[in-house]
């Protein structure tokens, strides 16, 4: 089914290592997002890009990196992981002006 | 920048019954959308309902419907005949218009608990 694919559900890593969150869509959406959500919060964005080759922070980026090198995938990228960052991740896509988004199903991230 | 205030940590109905969650919003800019999502207790982000700054009627979507009050910069949700699987937690977002690149704002959540 076409739609936003995050790979992986679920992951516990501890502190200091490192890991990338994959997202990934079919649907030939030029907005891709990544957003953290915490226990009983909304949603934060981390990082957007409009297109391959471009990215751009969001709200909350420290600690993290992306790369948006085809249309298709937008990773995450975790560099010397910190308990503050155990949260649920979602990536969304969009295209354009259109108003419909599209989400992934999360990754739930426990850093110990 | 914008912002969502979402002013109900939670709240009940009894089970057919209609129900109003809160939703008051800030920005600056003259184009912006309005969303509402719902996530339940799986975690995925469903979408709801859509009303655009410039819409004239207030949007709906089947038991869905947005009461959209522009000059009180408000948008709240209403869900009639409530169901047991309405029992979620409910998203308002704003997408400001011009350069935001789509990018959501999001309020911190209303719990919604259906009572049978």
């Known amino acids: 089914n076409a739609g936003v694919t995050q790979t992986p559900k679920f992951r516990i890593l501890k502190i200091g290592q490192s890991m990338t969150l994959q997202c990934a869509q079919d649907m030939n959406h030029n907005y891709m997002y990544w957003y953290r959500q915490d226990p009983g919060m909304g949603l934060k964005l981390i990082y957007y890009?409009?297109?391959?080759?471009?990215?751009d922070k969001g709200e909350v980026p420290n600690g993290y990196n992306v790369s948006r090198s085809t249309t298709e995938d937008f990773p995450l990228r975790l560099e010397l992981a910190a308990p503050s960052q155990t949260s649920v991740y979602f990536c969304?896509?969009?295209?354009?002006?259109?108003?419909?988004?599209?989400f992934g199903s999360g990754t739930r991230l426990t850093v110990v | 920048a914008q912002k969502i205030t979402q002013t109900q940590p939670g709240m009940f109905v009894q089970e057919k019954e209609a129900v109003t969650l809160d939703c008051t919003y800030d920005t600056s800019d003259q184009s912006y959308g309005l969303f509402w999502y719902k996530q339940p207790s799986s975690g995925e982000m469903i979408f709801l309902i859509y009303q655009g700054s410039y819409d004239e009627q207030n949007a709906t979507e089947g038991r869905y419907s947005l009461n959209f009050q522009k000059a009180r910069k408000s948008a709240n949700l209403v869900i009639s005949a409530s169901q047991l699987g309405d029992s979620a937690m409910y998203f308002c977002a704003i997408n400001a218009g011009g350069t935001s690149y789509g990018k959501l704002t999001f309020g911190q959540g209303t719990i919604l608990t259906v009572h049978p």
């Open positions: 890009s409009v297109g391959a080759g471009i990215t």
């Open positions: 969304a896509s969009k295209k354009g002006t259109a108003y419909g988004y599209t």
